[in-house]
């Protein structure tokens, strides 16, 4: 089996840091609304995993969502990221609900969560990971049982016969697959795990 159809990724390149404030303006609401995306996932008193949040596009709704009982705990490898990210954190008045680390590039660092997270969102990173399977199986471990992971791509960097062979891998690889769920310009797949 080649390292593609086991879900290892090639590419080999992270996002430019300055292309976070492109990922964070307003106008991407029309296509991609974290209400519509996540509205039915992320509920208040949860605990949120999210994987490569960049500056926290997804992050400050989902703090929100979640409300003073919940947690977002996002995990990115790039610093510029995790400071712009916690800049827009205190600015929108939930930097206590978001807990901002930075990761390594083949280490989660979320060790502390096993077993307690309610959902986790990987948006437009799984492209980015030298090594998707071994993150996929750090991010199951803090899953709860049958709990869910939004796994999203971009059509234009990622074609769907890739999306599928990593999808098809992890769905051997302790989750299954429940939901194709439609998202603008994207391929994507609730994961569940088992
Ligand atoms: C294209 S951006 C997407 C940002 C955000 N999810 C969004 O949709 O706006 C990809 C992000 O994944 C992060 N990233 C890349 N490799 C990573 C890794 N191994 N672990 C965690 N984050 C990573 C990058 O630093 C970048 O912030």
Known sequence: MSDAEKG??????????WLGYFL?????RILQSPEKILGSYVKPGMTVLEVGPGMGYFSLWMADAVGADGKVVCVDVQEKMI????RRAAKAGVDATIDARVCGAAD????DLDGQ?????????????DDVDAMFE???????PNATCLVAEPKGHVGKK???NTIGW???AGFRVVEHPSVARSHAALLQRE
Not at 24 to 28: A, D, G, K
Not at 138 to 144: E, G
Request: proline share 4%; hydrophobic share 50%; glycine share 8%.
């Open 83 to 86: 400071r712009a990210l916690k």
């Open 108 to 111: 989660l660092g979320v060790g």
């Open 24 to 28: 964070i303006t307003p106008l991407r």
């Open 138 to 144: 750090q991010l199951r471990r803090t899953l709860k």
């Open 8 to 17: 290892k990724n090639l590419a080999g390149h992270v996002c430019p840091w």
């Open 117 to 129: 997270v309610d959902f986790c969102l990987v948006f437009a990173v799984a492209h980015e990971i």
């Open 162 to 164: 890739d999306f599928d």
């Open 170 to 172: 992890l769905a051997g």
